[in-house]
């Protein structure tokens, strides 16, 4: 079964507005969340749909929100999201970013009282249609043990950053700063499968192989996996990720980030309000004309993709060419949904009145 | 034979004034270079003053650069070194971001003409009196090969960012982007001992634990090593750093990026000029206000210090934490330089006429 770009947008609008958010609001959280399965990144589009509708049946997601920008500098913002959807209220704030990089050349806001925003990559990407440059980052659920340590006090915090390009497409980073992404332990456990030593680690601290660890008090590994392999780079990315996003916001940081599934409790003695976002603009044009640097990008990203490849690889990938060329793929020809997501998806229909096909 | 501080400080001025920099410029320069030594990063001390020294010999070091702002916004602005030295070229460069951030929030530099600045972690912490969040970042001489090729087409690019605490000392993450930095190579050269699989890769790509591979062609791995350990995500970042410092300031990218030795011959076909740098400020309360952020960034440091440790660590880290107590050390005790650097610096010192001791 084949599912198209507008039928999963629109299946998630409808549910959307069921939680009882605006029209508006349904299609932009719909747009934002599908634009991570369209780019072949299932484990943040619909598979999470029925957990924003448990995280608003569990009084979690506040469906009209009222977003608001509470401090502001020329250059800076702090916006409240009011315990609306992150993927409303991410976009948004990245729009107060983008209209600041206009005026004074860059734009920074950091964003508390929210919750999961979906893909990074989709927030910074919005910044290339105005020849900006796009950052975004977010904490998140605390699953990532710092090194040396066997508490799980990070998120996987993802850092994205899209940068225009002239001639060629552009260049647009997205990844989480822990070794692997909890969806990839996921996937070897439906599997049977091992995962490579230097994802997780057991409760002691033990590298481990068991894709579980993580029900057994395991922890992910931040990028870098052991310390001989700089590991502790990794946990100082994803603490950047997290200082930034959530204390410079005021929203709830390291374990006290409030977790993405329902039933898991809120910390009982929180230090802010919801998951806490980053995001930036730079005006391209603010450093060099935007057409010279365009033509020099052009020329970083020829010399990479020619770059002599090493035995195994037939070419040096640049950063989003996987990601574009599935979204090719997928708005041509469409694309199948694992058989329990799609149950997942009939399930929320039935109940909330919304036909999936 | 023990040093202070102050010794290698004014020896190393002394060295940049026979150069014939201005005794403000040489002052700054030293205090610069020597900052890394007094951290206990001696691969970017003094270790390094002949390297500039040969560099300024080859004709590619101005010693009276007209380092200026060659175009701005209210919130960035670019720099141009005037192939000075990088350490004074960024610190001044840094000024600049930190007076615009003081004006609208936030201030970004992209310098280039200039090349090696030292540790960025001193530039990143020249925000910290101010209450502002200080990034620094460069690009460097090419050693680093992207995930799935065998050429060398990025430096170690390090990433600093240097974030205010109240009355805990301040989080100062620096670290190249890289899996290992070429100055832990060079001591297991010395030893005569192996590396790690996953810092080095030989000629055609291949895994390889030789320390001396990048003399034969081989090259260094990006932060995570391999693709399974999110190799990919390291050369993004090592990416970034790259175009942030170079592709937008005007500088020499990729394998265009000058080499700091001054044995190796510049591009023939440049694309820029000299080195690039991004350096980054923001006010705190240009967010929140700073007591409260600071009471946060308290409580912050201090979960993760106090967190249950993993079997073999005796605490859990802060970043930043090895670099000031080894601060603290050096200033009271002094500290040992390794006979060949000493050696390195009487044959300075004799060639200049300044004495060491």
């Not at 605006?22 to 932009?28: N, R």
């Not at 509708?53 to 569990?58: H, I, N």
Request: proline content about 7%; glycine content about 10%; charged content about 20%.
């Amino acid at each position: 079964m084949l599912f198209t770009y507008t039928q999963l947008r629109d299946f998630s609008a409808n549910i959307f507005l069921q939680m009882g958010c605006s029209p508006e609001d349904a299609l932009l959280a719909a747009e934002t969340l599908v634009s991570a399965d369209i780019r072949g990144v299932d484990s943040h589009g619909v598979a999470r749909l029925s957990g924003y509708v448990r995280l608003w049946e569990a009084g979690r997601i506040n469906p009209t929100p009222n977003i608001q920008v509470v401090h502001e500098t020329p250059s800076t913002a702090v916006v409240d999201g009011d315990a609306g959807l992150g993927l409303v209220v991410a976009p948004k704030a990245m729009e107060v970013a983008l209209k600041k990089a206009e005026q004074v050349g860059t734009g920074w806001v950091a964003v508390r009282n929210s919750n999961h925003f979906g893909i990074a990559g989709h927030h910074a990407m919005m910044a290339l249609p105005k020849d900006m440059i796009g950052i975004a980052m977010t904490n998140a659920s605390p699953l990532v043990a710092p090194t040396g340590s066997i508490e799980r006090l990070l998120g996987t915090n993802p850092i994205a950053i899209a940068i225009p390009a002239g001639k060629q497409p552009p260049f647009v980073a997205d990844f989480a700063t822990t070794t692997a992404a909890n969806g990839k332990l996921e996937i070897l456990q439906r599997k049977n499968a091992e995962a490579p030593l230097g994802w997780v680690q057991d409760a002691k601290g033990n590298p481990s192989t068991k894709p579980n660890e993580l029900k057994q008090g395991g922890a992910l590994l931040p990028l870098g996996s052991d310390l001989a392999h700089g590991s502790h780079k990794g946990y100082g990315l994803g603490a950047m990720v997290d200082i930034l996003s959530a204390v410079l916001s005021g929203a709830g940081y390291a374990a006290w980030a409030p977790p993405f599934v329902h039933f898991l409790p809120l910390p009982a003695d929180p230090v802010g309000k919801g998951l806490g976002h980053f995001l930036g603009a730079m005006r391209v044009d603010a450093f060099r004309p935007a057409d010279e640097f365009k033509a020099h990008m052009d020329n970083w990203i020829q010399r990479f993709r020619n770059a002599k490849t090493a035995e195994g690889y037939e070419k040096v990938l640049i950063h989003g060419d996987i990601e574009r060329e599935m979204e090719i793929t997928r708005k041509q020809e469409g694309w199948e949904l694992l058989p329990p997501v799609v149950a997942d998806l009939q399930q929320l229909g039935e109940k909330f009145g919304v036909k999936l096909l």
